[in-house]
């Protein structure tokens, strides 16, 4: 059986690699490590790359193991998700690895001018309807811009098409430079090995959306500093596979 939210909740209270700053307490409790994540938690000078949307924090792990002379910091405001990820990395003793339980609508507030060099999305909710809490809107674009170095990647990792495909009209209209992009993840040629090795990486749900014969798409560009960004006027239509509510328990779920 698995552990109870209350007790996750618990643990994370205690958790030396997690950090808890929802909406609620952000205004009143200002966050000192903004500009010193490298000085007083990773006590390095690496790079550091955001998850945003983390979910269980799989994908975050998992590249932090890969990429030990990186720094990695998984975002996410569902804590009982968080939990697992924040546990495994205890356990396995991941020093480059942090977690940062808080909206993302606020995330200019916990990092510095240039202090990140790179942005995951990974199966971010398309937001259908509401363009301005689309994780790859010009909206969210301009807040990481306040932290992001200037020409930091942002990678979508997606299995909407409909993001998938807004994210594409966004970084067309606004000139962004694309370094890659394909509607067929694996199915797609990818040279590098580093990035065969980062792109193969699976989540809980990513294996889930692939059962049920969805394309994996993927792109990254650069976010330049410089620049007035807008947002693409296009109609999209809307993803059918939609219907099904994500936080339904599925078999495979079920079955844990």
């Known amino acids: 059986m698995s552990k109870g939210k209350l007790a996750k909740f ?13 909406f609620s307490v952000v205004e009143q409790v200002p966050f000192e490590m903004k500009g010193h994540w490298r000085e007083l938690y990773f006590h390095n000078s690496h790079p550091i790359i955001l998850e945003l949307g983390c979910g269980k924090g799989e994908y975050t792990v998992e590249l932090a193991r890969m990429f030990p002379d990186v720094n990695f910091i998984g975002v996410d405001i569902k804590g009982a998700r968080m939990w697992t990820g924040a546990t495994l990395a205890l356990q396995e003793g991941l020093k480059n690895v942090a977690f940062l339980r808080t909206n993302i609508e606020v995330i200019d507030r916990f990092f510095c001018k240039d202090e990140v060099q790179e942005i995951w999305l990974t199966f971010s909710d398309p937001q259908m309807k509401n363009p ?7 909206y969210f674009m301009e807040r990481y811009r306040h932290f992001l170095c200037d020409g930091g990647l942002v990678h ?17 209209h606004n000139k962004l430079p694309l370094l890659f ?3 067929d993840l694996y199915h797609t040629d990818v040279t590098d090995d580093d990035t065969q090795r980062i792109l193969s990486i699976q989540t809980y749900y990513e294996k889930m959306w692939i059962e049920r014969g969805l394309n994996i798409r993927y792109m990254k560009f650069r976010l330049p500093q410089e620049g007035t960004l807008s947002e693409p006027e296009v109609e999209i239509e809307f993803d059918d596979y939609r219907s ?13």
């Open 132 to 138: 301005r809490k689309r994780l790859t809107s010009t």
């Open 10 to 22: 618990a643990d994370m209270e205690r958790y030396e690699n997690v950090f808890q700053y929802p």
């Open 156 to 172: 979508l990792k997606t299995d909407s098409n409909f993001l998938f495909t807004y994210t594409t009209y966004m970084v067309n």
């Open 181 to 183: 992009h394909t509607e």
């Open 244 to 256: 099904y509510r994500r936080d339904k328990r599925t078999p495979l779920e079920a079955g844990r």
